[in-house]
């Protein structure tokens, strides 16, 4: 099928970007009414079209497939409905998880031309990514992420773990993605330099 097609692909594609290693992550998207999400257990680097299972509105399974969903299938599921998406991305970006470790009562994004990718204005434009407590608990978690979405912010990160990310398409979930991982390594970098500058004595490195 083509959505079994454009997952394995997509979940390829993101290990490639080191943000799903080994078995992490997953990947969701919504045809009409049936949701598939990549199954639990399946190395990213060789996911295949046959590593995808279709669950219901809860994340389970549905009956008559010899997968297991990804145990976080809850959570893409609330996402979907919530934000009203077709399609959703949970990574392990480093970026993200150090973002949310560095500000953990939310991500500022100030002023920066990357901020349009995922649909907001590139100059006077603050938008703060919502951060949550992790939770083994994938009903927990799911209230937790959901609670925590802002409506105009495609993303909450949840601390100590990675990121959630959604779109009206798998392309767009993906695109900002790679769009939000800029952006926190912008903002730690920029922090960085802040410190730096902060901690230097010399007159003419001050003035740089």
């Known amino acids: 099928m083509a959505q079994h097609e454009e997952l394995a692909r997509t979940s390829r594609r993101l290990y490639d970007l080191g943000w799903m290693r080994g078995t992490s992550g997953n990947v969701s998207v919504l045809d009409g009414s049936q949701l ?8 990213k680097s060789s996911l295949g079209e046959t590593d995808v299972v279709e669950v219901d509105g809860h994340g389970a399974a549905l009956p008559g497939q010899s997968l297991t969903p990804s145990a976080e299938a809850r959570v893409h599921a609330a996402i979907l409905e919530a934000a009203r998406a077709r399609a959703a991305v949970h990574v392990h970006a480093m970026s993200g998880v150090l973002a949310a470790a560095r500000w953990p009562g939310g991500v500022p994004l100030v002023d920066v031309e990357q ?7 590139a100059h006077g434009d603050r938008v703060t990514v919502p951060v949550v407590a992790n939770s083994q608990d994938m009903a927990e978690l799911s209230a937790r992420v959901v609670q925590g979405m802002d409506t105009g912010v495609p993303c909450v990160i949840v601390a100590e773990h990675g990121i959630y990310t959604w779109g009206g398409s798998l392309e767009e979930a993906v695109a900002r993605t790679e769009s939000l991982d800029w ?6 970098r920029l922090d960085a330099l802040g410190a730096v500058r902060q901690n230097v004595d010399t007159p003419f490195l001050e003035d740089q």
């Open 115 to 121: 901020l349009k990718g995922i649909g907001r204005g």
């Open 36 to 43: 598939f999400v990549t199954a639990s257990g399946v190395d």
């Open 183 to 188: 952006l926190f390594e912008h903002a730690l």
